[in-house]
Each structure stands twice: as C-alpha cells, then as structure tokens.
C-alpha cells in the first residue's frame, strides 16, 4: 500500500465548475500538507501549504485537511482552462521528507 | 519563476556514462531536495542536504550520489547509466526542514 493515494484521473470539468481534488494517506505520523501544480515539462509549483487541521484559502484555491480521516482535499472555485494541469499532494513528516501522491491530471474544457 | 536553477535542460547520454547535474537553490534557503520524476513512478525522493550536509535519503541508487557545497548550490551524479533512468530530474529548495518545497524546472536525461 502507498503511503499516499491519489486518483490520477484525468478529470474533465467544464469552466467555471468547482472542482475538487483528493488524497488520502495511511501514516498519521504526517504533519504537513502541500498542493503543487505541475504544468507538463515544467517543475511542481507550491499552491497550498498547510499543518493543521481545518481550511485554508488563498483567492479560488481552498485546502482542506482532516487528520482524523487521514484525507486531504483541495478546491478549485471558477476553474479556468489555464488551471489544467496536473495536481499533486504531498506530505512531510518528522523526518522532513516530502512524499508525494501521484498526481491527478485536471482538464478544464472551455 | 521559483528562483530555483537547474542545469542542463536537456542531457542525452549512452548507457555505462556518467553525468553531473547541477542545481542552484533560491537564494537564503539552505536546504536541496533531488527527486526523480518518471511515467510510472511519479516524484521519487532520493537525497536531502541541508547546509551542507545529508539530511535525508529515499530510494537512492548506489551508483547516484549527491552533495551541497559550501556556496549551497548541489550536484546529483548518475554514473553507469541504464536506460531505466532516463526520467526527469528535480531539485528543490527550502528554507529549513519543514517548510514548503520550491522547485526547479528539472534535467531531462535520456539514456540511450
């Protein structure tokens, strides 16, 4: 089992539809939580960066973290064909390394 | 722009080679992150510095090493190359352990 799940999708969305994103994970020992965006051929790049439970918004993006529930999710409100790209959750716990999900590619039709 | 530099862009290598890639992180952090991104495997975590010095290894192979240097800018060495290595290549940087990862645009390398 990994020790982060991720759908890879690909999730097809019409613009401005809400569009949630998911990753659970198995070690409880992890801390903190991070959404990246990856557009292809570029590098992972930080959208979201969190280690509590509860929300946490910045402009259309909100992450949402539920240590109890070992889940974790990001929503993206009025999406944008330029939001499509591939959507990575990643994790770091006490030993400071940052394990990623797998990723989940997210295509906003026009 | 992540202020985080990775060269080369682009290598394309023969099996039994050897390559240096370089990496310079953003400026005031003091930590470097190498991972491997390939199709079916997703971002591998293979080495951590931090100021100079290993903080943390993944599933990194034998014949790849790493270190940090004293201006902070890392180097990842892949020698006896195979074809199963021909991934993209990230580093990141961070200010400390727990903080949020940058990342650079990566190495491709092909191994032919």
């Known amino acids: 089992q990994k020790e982060v799940e991720q759908d890879p999708g690909p999730l097809s969305v019409p613009e401005g539809a809400i569009v949630s994103l998911n990753c659970t994970y198995s070690n409880s020992a992890f801390q903190y939580f991070m959404w990246y965006r990856q557009y292809s051929r570029k590098g992972p790049e930080l959208l979201m960066y969190?280690?509590?439970?509860g929300n946490k918004e910045d402009g259309r993006f909100t992450a949402q973290v539920d240590k109890s529930s070992k889940y974790i999710s990001l929503f993206i409100r009025d999406s944008q064909p330029s939001d499509s790209a591939t959507y990575l959750c990643?994790?770091?716990?006490?030993?400071?390394?940052?394990?990623f999900g797998s990723g989940t590619r997210l295509l906003v039709r026009p | 722009d992540s202020g985080v530099t990775q060269t080369p862009k682009h290598l394309i290598t023969a099996t039994g080679q050897r390559v240096t890639l370089r990496c310079s992180p953003r400026s005031g952090d003091l930590s470097v992150y190498w991972y491997q991104q390939s199709l079916d495997q997703g971002l591998q975590f293979l080495i951590q510095y931090y100021n100079g010095e290993e903080r943390a290894k993944g599933n990194i192979l034998e014949r790849f090493s790493a270190q940090q240097f004293p201006d902070l800018h890392s180097e990842l060495n892949l020698s006896s190359l195979e074809l199963g290595d021909s991934a993209l290549y990230f580093c990141?940087?961070?200010?400390?352990?727990?903080?949020?990862?940058?990342f650079g645009n990566g190495t491709r390398l092909t191994v032919t």
């Open positions: 969190t280690y509590s439970s």
């Open positions: 990141a940087s961070s200010q400390g352990s727990n903080s949020p990862l940058h």
């Open positions: 990643a994790m770091m716990d006490s030993s400071y390394k940052l394990i």
